[in-house]
């Protein structure tokens, strides 16, 4: 009972008792340690298809990453008709990342002003029994890589759905100004 307790009361802390140990850093780049970790077969999936994995084996990044679950969540035809759109895929993976390492600590301070890649802004909430990150729960903090740090959550962030309305852009006004009236 003791070790559960412990062990939750850890997780909802979510890093407030991590020190040096967050500093270190892990022996796998951040692709690596992803695919190890054996439960992000499709945000790796989706790395790759935004042509991510180089800039995810160099550079020092803070990745929130989503669970296989998470993924399985997304409706199936949008899941599917994102994989196929590498320069939508880039956004969402830009949105799951930080420049720079950023421990569970720092996010509950408020992550120092960080912004994801994809222009969104990190908010951490403590309020509730767990933390959440952009609404987002907190499975798993400071899974520690070479170059940089992973936090697992339990949904993917994605951009509103880019409807068009036939007849509704810029162009089609011009064609419509252009053309003859219709009978009346």
Known sequence: M?????ALSGLLML???????????????IIVTLRNAG?????????????????????EYT???????????IPGSRRDSLLRDPAELERVIRNHMVEGRL????????????????????KVDTSGSYVRVNGAQAIKADM??????????????????RVRVRGTT?????KRAASPPRNQ
């Open 2 to 6: 003791r070790l559960r307790t412990v």
């Open 15 to 29: 890093g407030a008792g991590i020190g040096a140990e967050a500093q270190q850093r892990g022996s796998n780049d």
């Open 39 to 59: 439960n992000f077969t499709w945000f790796l999936r989706a790395v790759e298809g935004a042509g991510l994995t180089q800039q995810l084996k160099g550079g």
């Open 63 to 73: 990745v929130f990453a989503p669970t296989d679950d998470a993924f399985g969540r």
């Open 103 to 122: 421990t569970a600590r720092e996010a509950r301070a408020g992550g120092g002003g960080m912004s994801f890649l994809g222009g969104g802004n990190l």
């Open 144 to 161: 520690l890589a070479r170059n940089g740090i992973i936090h697992v959550v339990d949904q993917v962030w994605l951009p509103p759905l």
């Open 170 to 174: 810029p162009e089609d006004s011009v």
